[in-house]
């Protein structure tokens, strides 16, 4: 079992940052991936951006890159998402999930999910 506790989120002005923090503990593995999601009202969920732990390579979806940042410190198993310039559009409740296996941006194929995070963007 993988535990998943997310800590940031907010409400914040267009134009303004948030980091969004996730820890991960329990019977973790070197080589996992993290990835970080979001779904809004009356929406599906849709994958933002995620990191090798391993590695360190970084995948964004086109709607966040150059906006949105993730970083990874393994010794802590926590991973975070800056996120700069954001838009209105962008409000959502953000998910972190753990994938044993290679990266992937369906949510389908992650493990863990994390309890969510709110994200609000007022124009």
């Known amino acids: 079992q993988v535990q998943l506790v997310e800590s940031g989120g907010g409400l914040v002005q267009a134009g303004g940052s948030l980091r969004l923090s996730c820890a991960a503990s329990?019977?973790?593995?070197?080589?996992?991936?993290m990835g970080w999601f979001r779904q809004a009202p009356g929406k599906e969920r849709e994958f933002v951006g995620a990191?090798?732990?391993?590695?360190?390579?970084?995948y964004y979806a086109d709607s966040v890159k150059g906006r949105f940042t993730i970083s990874r410190d393994n010794a802590r198993n926590t991973v975070a998402l800056q996120m700069n310039s954001l838009k209105p559009e962008d409000t959502a409740v953000y998910y972190c999930?753990?994938?044993?296996?290679?990266?992937?941006?369906?949510?389908?194929?992650?493990?863990?999910w994390g309890q969510g995070t709110q994200v609000t963007v007022s124009s």
């Open positions: 329990g019977r973790t593995f070197s080589n996992y991936n």
């Open positions: 999930a753990y994938r044993y296996r290679a990266f992937s941006r369906q949510a389908n194929d992650y493990d863990y």
């Open positions: 990191v090798t732990m391993s590695g360190g390579t970084t």
